[in-house]
């Protein structure tokens, strides 16, 4: 059973816009990015696309999922402006839409310090004194956000949503301490048969 809903977004209002371009995403794909950062709980409403994110100095996390925007316009082709100039007529533009798969900037290691977004901390109280300092004893990448609680061996991090996505506060701490146990055995097993909660192999994700 999945003790957590829906995390509330914790991106500022405002247009969701390129961060490499620093232009506002304008149309439908308003409405489809809002909806991502209140799905993902984002922390900022900055995107890029895979090649953007590369030649930032950076890269998106394995593992992310991106979200698909469309881009719509008209364009004349070259035959219909000669075709136009002959006849005198005027030209006919054609209509075209494309696809591109954006990442939210929180998905991306690696990018300059004006770009890259932290997650803000949980609001104080949330999280147990003792359990907090467990979880920086271990020295483990833990990072909180997103909808899903897991643990990526192949990059040794543990993700789970933020304390307020839960309906109880003592489902994080169990949550949280149930994905240190995935980190604590990738270190006695190989990652290659570590088990996850249902007991069947995985060699790229262990979550709840």
């Given at each position: 059973m999945q003790p957590w809903g829906t995390s509330a977004a914790k991106a500022p209002l405002g247009l969701p816009?390129?961060?490499?371009?620093?232009?506002?995403?304008?149309?439908?794909?308003?409405?489809i990015l809002w909806g991502a950062v209140i799905e993902h709980g984002f922390p900022c409403q900055g995107w890029l696309t895979f090649r953007q994110a590369l030649s930032l100095g950076g890269?998106?996390?394995?593992?992310?999922?991106?979200?698909?925007?469309?881009?719509?316009?008209?364009?004349?082709?070259?035959d219909e402006k000669r075709r136009a100039r002959e006849t005198?007529?005027?030209a006919h533009a054609v209509p075209f839409l494309?696809?591109?798969?954006?990442?939210?900037?929180?998905?991306?290691?690696?990018?300059?310090d004006d770009i890259a977004t932290v997650a803000p901390p949980p609001p104080p109280g949330l999280i147990e004194p003792r359990v907090e300092a467990l979880?920086?004893?271990?020295?483990?990448?833990?990072?909180?956000?997103?909808?899903?609680?897991?643990?990526?061996?192949?990059?040794?991090?543990?993700?789970?949503?933020p304390p307020q996505a839960y309906f109880?506060?003592?489902?994080w701490h169990?949550?949280?301490?149930?994905?240190?146990?995935?980190?604590?055995?990738?270190?006695?097993?190989?990652?290659?048969?570590?088990?996850?909660c249902n007991c069947r192999p995985k060699s790229s994700l262990r979550s709840a």
């Open positions: 816009k390129n961060a490499a371009t620093s232009r506002s995403y304008s149309g439908i794909n308003v409405l890269h998106v996390r394995k593992g992310e999922h991106g979200i698909t925007v469309v881009y719509a316009d008209r364009f004349t082709p070259e005198g007529e005027e494309k696809r591109f798969t954006v990442f939210n900037v929180a998905q991306c290691d690696g990018l300059p979880i920086k004893a271990t020295g483990v990448d833990f990072r909180i956000g997103g909808n899903r609680a897991f643990y990526v061996p192949s990059q040794d991090y543990v993700m789970v949503p109880e506060p003592i489902n169990r949550t949280a301490l149930h994905e240190l146990g995935h980190y604590a055995g990738s270190g006695i097993m190989p990652t290659s048969q570590a088990l996850c």
